[in-house]
């Protein structure tokens, strides 16, 4: 069985971010970009279940330009056989069904058995592709998941189901697995694996390549304007003695901020 692990790079969670003159997207000049946080335990999943076995080969796949191959060259160095990277001008202004339609062609071409993907972006944070991935496909769905097994055809998985609680999921496979913290520890890569990673396969297919037109992609949900929350006001310094302090503090906790 093919595992599939979508993958996608975002600015660095200590980026600096400033929205661009046109209010549509953000500077990327000095933007330090990373593999999506997420995504690393979705991909650190998939390696694990080729070593041990349950999977002959781990696929990543990307919609991204050129500039995420550095990242893809990485995923390949943790383990990765190889990666699709989607990339096609109609693309630039898609959403999220975009995306997932373009994955899910490069995914049933490549004939995978299980899909593993981050929980959300954390940049643009829709947490909404995997699960279009899924629709698209015909698939089941895990979303959240922090344990997983699999054997032959079926799965377990353990998913948080909201204030702590978690559930256990039973299922048969292909699958569409969304991965969160607790999964596994992500490895770093070595060295030899970094010299190796170079010689893996990078192959770029755009939508003619996966049988699809610019208007499957078409957006359907559309960006107006982008900004950034207000600047936080600066802190408030109280004085006086304690019994002052604690009492003024409570009021304002009370009747400014509302939270008591
Ligand atoms: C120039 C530009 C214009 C845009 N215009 C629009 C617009 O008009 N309307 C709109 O709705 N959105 C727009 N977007 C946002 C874009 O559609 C989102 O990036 C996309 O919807 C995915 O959402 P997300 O990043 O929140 O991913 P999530 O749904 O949070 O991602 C969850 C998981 O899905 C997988 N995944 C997500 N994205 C990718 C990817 N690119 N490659 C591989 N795997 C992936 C990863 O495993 C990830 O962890 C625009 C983006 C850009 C760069």
């Known amino acids: 069985m093919k595992i599939g692990v979508c993958l996608k790079q975002v600015p660095a969670t200590d980026s600096r971010v400033v929205v661009n003159a046109t209010a549509n997207g953000i500077v990327t000049n000095d933007v330090k970009w990373?593999?999506?946080?997420?995504?690393?335990?979705?991909?650190?999943?998939?390696?694990?279940l080729k070593q041990s076995g349950k999977g002959t080969e781990v696929v990543i796949f990307t919609v991204g330009?050129?500039?995420?191959?550095?990242?893809?060259?990485?995923?390949?160095?943790?383990?990765?056989?190889?990666?699709?990277?989607?990339?096609?001008?109609?693309?630039a202004g898609s959403d999220a069904l975009g995306y997932a339609r373009a994955l899910g062609a490069a995914i049933k071409a490549e004939d995978i058995g299980l899909l593993l993907c981050g929980r959300q972006a954390v940049d643009g944070d829709n947490g909404a592709v995997p699960a279009m991935i899924a629709e698209v496909l015909g698939w089941s769905q895990v979303?959240?998941?922090?344990?997983?097994?699999?054997?032959?055809?079926?799965?377990?998985?353990?998913?948080?189901?909201?204030?702590?609680?978690?559930e256990v999921v039973t299922g048969t496979l292909p699958a569409v697995f969304t991965c969160d913290k607790g999964l596994n520890e992500p490895r770093m890569a070595k060295l030899p694996d970094i010299m190796a990673a170079r010689k893996k396969a990078i192959v770029v297919k755009n939508l003619a390549a996966l049988g699809l037109d610019a208007g499957a992609?078409?957006?359907?949900?559309?960006?107006?304007?982008?900004?950034?929350?207000?600047?936080?006001?600066?802190?408030?310094?109280?004085?006086?003695d304690a019994a002052t302090v604690a009492h003024e503090l409570v009021r304002l906790l009370r009747e400014e901020a509302k939270v008591i």
């Open 34 to 48: 990373e593999i999506n946080p997420y995504d690393e335990y979705a991909l650190e999943e998939g390696v694990r």
């Open 143 to 166: 979303s959240w998941i922090d344990k997983l097994g699999v054997e032959g055809a079926s799965f377990t998985a353990n998913r948080a189901a909201g204030r702590g609680s978690k």
């Open 217 to 240: 992609v078409a957006a359907l949900v559309v960006e107006d304007a982008m900004s950034l929350p207000p600047a936080r006001p600066a802190g408030r310094k109280l004085t006086g």
């Open 65 to 91: 330009g050129a500039d995420c191959e550095q990242r893809l060259r990485d995923a390949l160095a943790r383990g990765a056989d190889r990666v699709v990277r989607i990339e096609d001008p109609a693309l």
